[in-house]
């Protein structure tokens, strides 16, 4: 159990839509990543968020956004949504930002979306 | 730019034999190297982490891992599986000081009763 929350734990889209995901960090976090885990792959990158501002991103396109909260809490939002971003999203909290490599990352659960 | 390889996608051990995953890192500067797992259904767990102190890594439930700079391997090993070790295993990097991880591709780890 890591304190980190994600909701929802599955979701069924169709192409084209939008879809919000949500990340409730581990008390006294201020940092949050979020992570796409296609099936049978790694984990990839997608961006990071530090006390609300965007503090790093991965090679996404720009309808992948997101959103982070004074409470620590967070979003990603996904438009247009394609077949291939069928795949498990994770968020991981973490105390620092910039400077925080040796702060360990505590992942949730998932959220699985799945694009028709 | 920085990259992660785990040799084997799937690897299995007979309950009490060594386990041992592989993992080789890219990278242009010193990497901090984590490895974490994941059980089915489940986020990741941090197993261990390597960053610049003591080159053999204990991790949590046996395992260690040992960074070895010439030959850009960390790989992972405990002495006697059990069967609580079946899951899958990622190995991690992260360049900046943002800790924005770069993961494997993952192994598979079956251990055989």
């Known amino acids: 159990e890591t304190g980190v929350t994600q909701s929802p734990t599955h979701l069924i889209k169709t192409r084209g839509q939008q879809v919000t995901l949500r990340c409730s960090s581990q008390?006294?976090?201020?940092?949050v990543s979020w992570y796409q885990q296609a099936l049978g792959q790694g984990p990839q990158f997608i961006f990071q968020y530090y006390r609300e501002e965007e503090n790093g991103r991965g090679n996404f396109p720009p309808r992948f956004s997101g959103l982070q909260f004074p409470n620590y809490s967070s979003e990603l939002n996904v438009n247009a949504l394609e077949l291939d971003d069928s795949a498990l999203y994770l968020c991981?909290?973490?105390?620092?930002?910039?400077?925080?490599?040796?702060?360990?990352?505590?992942f949730g659960p998932g959220t699985r979306l799945l694009v028709l | 730019a920085q990259s992660v390889t785990q040799l084997g996608s799937h690897v299995s051990v007979s309950e009490g034999a060594l386990v041992l995953l592989r993992c080789n890192y890219s990278s242009s500067v010193p990497p901090y190297l984590f490895w974490y797992v994941q059980y089915p259904n489940q986020g990741l767990q941090l197993l261990l982490k390597?960053?610049?102190?003591?080159?053999l890594v204990k991790g949590i439930n046996g395992f260690e891992a040992e960074f070895k700079k010439s030959e850009t391997s960390f790989h992972l090993t405990k002495p006697s599986a059990h069967m609580s070790d079946a899951a899958e295993y990622f190995c991690a990097v992260s360049l900046n000081a943002g800790n924005m991880l770069t993961f494997g591709g993952g192994t598979r780890l079956m251990v055989k009763p």
């Open positions: 008390s006294g976090h201020n940092t």
């Open positions: 991981a909290s973490s105390r620092g930002g910039y400077g925080a490599t040796q702060e360990t990352q505590y």
């Open positions: 390597y960053t610049s102190a003591a080159t």
